[in-house]
């Protein structure tokens, strides 16, 4: 099972729930802010291209209910060098992976009673991000936490994990 954690970006959610459509992997959304509501479901549903309305993702405001639905260890990913790299991370099958907010990365209350933490090994680089035309959170007045640090979009994370676990567990020559 996938859980998005605060994530604030409907069209990132869209292009997960596609990702983990074709992967099979169920979707928790850890949804405080209501982003799943409103106009938001038109982008998340087009960015989804149909797996929105075929595997609809379960929603809810409550951290606590989303958490108790998996089923094994809770992993979360980690933008650092500082987790165990995604190549020598052993997946067992009930494995609930949490993706964090765009902005600030996995909660610390999920962050501290994690079973593990992944990380998907990127090139070192002083990447800042540009303030936004369009920030998904205009009323935002922290910036991003390790603002400049090489990190992958979550949306190309969850689809390079979800790789990882199907090539992990699947002879991909035949």
């Not at 209501?34 to 479901?41: E, I, K, R, S, T």
């Not at 309305?53 to 951290?63: A, E, I």
């Not at 910036?143 to 990190?151: A, E, K």
């Not at 969850?158 to 676990?165: D, T």
Request: net charge negative; with cysteine; proline share 7%.
């Amino acid at each position: 099972m996938f859980l998005l954690a605060s994530l604030q970006s409907p069209i990132n959610i869209g292009m997960i729930l596609r990702t983990a459509e074709v992967f099979g992997h169920g979707v928790t959304i850890y949804d405080p802010t209501n982003v799943m509501q409103g106009g938001n479901l038109d982008w998340v549903a087009d960015f989804g291209c149909g797996s929105f309305g075929r595997r609809p993702p379960f929603v809810s405001p409550d951290l606590s209910t989303c958490l108790d639905r998996a089923q094994g260890r809770v992993i979360t990913t980690a933008a650092d060098g500082t987790a165990t790299p995604l190549g020598a991370f052993v997946w067992q099958p009930d494995d609930c992976i949490v993706f964090g907010n765009e902005y600030d990365g996995i909660l610390k209350q999920i962050e501290t009673n994690a079973d593990a933490t992944v990380w998907v090994p990127v090139p070192k680089r002083y990447l800042p991000k540009p303030k936004s035309k369009s920030p998904i959170d205009p009323d935002r007045s922290d910036g991003v936490v390790n603002d400049g640090s090489t990190s992958l979009n979550v949306a190309a994370t969850a689809a390079i994990i979800a790789h990882a676990i199907y090539a992990s567990r699947t002879d991909l020559g035949s």
